[in-house]
């Protein structure tokens, strides 16, 4: 049964979140990095990144492409799965909203394909690739609102106050 998932906004660390899955903001490589990404890393400890390089010796050998999501063990985290996906680098001679957009989509296909029913985001791509944060809400929540999907809740966990007005705002 599809339905529209509720929208709910989180000032805080998307790490600390009791979801069935967290989404990370990963890198291509999935072997952990800054922000999001590293912090889930470190929180979710040793067993996460295990599953990143089985999934890097198999399927994933060059990366995971941009826009994509695949799903790992949350390891330590309150989670039951990480939804691991690559968010595009900000360009202001290429439009790549619809790369972005992908990114909430398939993210929501992966919770689908797991059963999950609570899906915590974080602000994919605004933070070191650059993704203006107003335009980057205003694509996460027409996104998650046209998805078709299963998934109950929708949980956008935002680390700061000017993310959170700006998903705040996005919601309408």
């Known amino acids: 049964m599809t339905t529209r ?24 490589s999935l072997l952990g990095g800054g922000g999001v990404d590293g912090a889930i890393h470190r929180r979710g400890g ?13 399927h994933y050998g060059r990366g ?18 990480v939804v691991h996906t690559v968010g595009p680098v ?10 972005l957009a992908s990114c909430y989509r398939e993210s929501l296909r992966v919770a689908d394909e797991l059963g999950a029913r609570s899906v915590a985001f974080p602000a994919v791509s605004t933070g070191v690739y650059g993704w203006p944060m107003d335009d980057g809400a205003r694509i996460a929540v027409e996104t998650v609102r046209a998805a078709n999907t299963s998934v109950a809740e929708v949980r956008f966990v935002l680390f700061d106050e000017n993310a959170y007005a700006a998903f705040e705002a996005a919601l309408g």
């Open 46 to 58: 040793p067993a996460v990144l295990d599953e990143c390089r089985k999934l890097r010796a198999g």
């Open 90 to 99: 900000h360009s202001a001679q290429e439009d790549r909203s619809e790369l």
């Open 5 to 28: 998932p509720e929208i709910v906004l989180v000032r805080g660390d998307i790490t600390r979140q009791d979801t069935d899955v967290i989404v990370n903001a990963a890198n291509s």
């Open 64 to 81: 995971l492409p941009t826009g994509k999501a695949v799903a790992t063990t949350a390891g330590n985290l309150a989670a039951r799965w």
